[in-house]
């Protein structure tokens, strides 16, 4: 059974960081394309960046270049996304997806408020 499990949501004040993790399981991770989109509040869920299963960085949303970065630990079955600079604009809830077999996680809540 495929299963993603996202984790590192929290509220943090403007300007600072998180970092969220996606943990999976049930299929081949490190042959795998790993994504992270969000959904904010009435807004449709858009694509924040993916990696190949070789780790490159094959694209990102252009209002989180340079802000955030995706990246991935093949060996913990694991993809991250270090999020720096943080703005209230980015306050959305945050989901794992796994291009293969198009399966989402439950999604991690960030909240960006002084």
């Not at 984790?7 to 299929?27: D, K, W």
């Not at 009435?42 to 995706?70: N, Q």
């Not at 943080?86 to 989901?95: F, G, I």
Request: hydrophobic share 35%; glycine share 8%; proline share 3%.
């Amino acid at each position: 059974q495929v299963q993603l499990v996202e984790s590192g949501g929290a509220l943090v004040q403007p300007g600072g960081s998180l970092r969220l993790s996606c943990a999976a399981s049930g299929f081949t991770f490190s042959q795998s394309a790993m994504s992270w989109y969000r959904q904010a509040p009435g807004k449709e869920r858009e694509l924040v960046a993916t990696i190949t299963p070789a780790g490159v960085i094959r694209r990102s949303a252009d209002s989180v270049r340079g802000r955030f970065t995706i990246s991935r630990v093949n060996a913990r079955n694991t993809v991250y996304l270090q999020m720096n600079s943080l703005k209230v604009e980015d306050t959305a809830v945050y989901y794992c997806h796994v291009d293969m077999y198009n399966i989402w996680g439950q999604g991690t809540q960030v909240t960006v408020s002084s």
